[in-house]
């Protein structure tokens, strides 16, 4: 048996740097098994392992998660977005994108949709699994994945390769994928000022003290809407941003 202090630190770790509290018997098990299994235990100086960052990471993501946000950001923040007169491209976060079914999911409706937004628009995912970016780059996906999309996207936007659907490419968005730690400051010099930033179904791996941290964050780097899952934090989310309700949810506003 792994000593017990060790695991502990790892998990401290893990909370203080990327965020995830891992507080139960089953996750002190699987750190476990990863030392046992020779995992590396990091210095203080080194970054946290790859492999164990993915031990820890649950990337469930599908496209059309929470279709409704797609809907508001088509019907409403594009287009009040375009009458700012701004020649500037429309800049969109995916803070996590997991393996980009989020950020294409956009970038579908943007190409789909019959919005007639005379900017560019440019569309980053980020997350912290290397895993996932290099799947979110490569764009081919399960069936599982691609099931809450329409028939017709299906065929004008995928082509299906043995059981498998690989996302053509969408002219009207530029599109790109970085991995990085929403905790890390080097990261958001390179990413820059966000018009929209979907930030869902993160939140509820963290504690409160480091969602506010990540909200403080945002609020630098926004200069207009925020979206957060169902189930993320809105607790600290409205008291920094102002809501705007509709009868399917609320979304934030700078
Ligand atoms: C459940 S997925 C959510 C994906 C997508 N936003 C959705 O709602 O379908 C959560 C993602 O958060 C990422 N993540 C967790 N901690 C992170 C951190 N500190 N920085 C960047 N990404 C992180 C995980 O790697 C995982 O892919």
Redesign the pocket.
Known sequence: MINDEIITSLLERIQNE???VLSRQTDRDRINRYLENGGTIPRASELLPVSLINLV??????FE??AHHFDRLIKEILPKLNEQGSTKPIRIL?????SG??SYSIALRISASMVNISRPIEIIG????EE?IEKARKGVYTSRSVHALNQSILERYFVCENGTYRILPLPSVSIRFIA????DPMLWKELGEFDVI?S???MI?FDSTKNKELLKRFQEHLRGYLIL?HADDHLNAKEIFTPLRSERGVIYHI
């Open positions: 990327i965020g995830i990471t649950t990337n469930e993501t599908y998660r929470e995916s803070a996590p994108c997991s079914e989020e980020i997350d912290i699994s996932m990085g730690n929403v905790f979907f869902r179904n993160m791996y899952g």
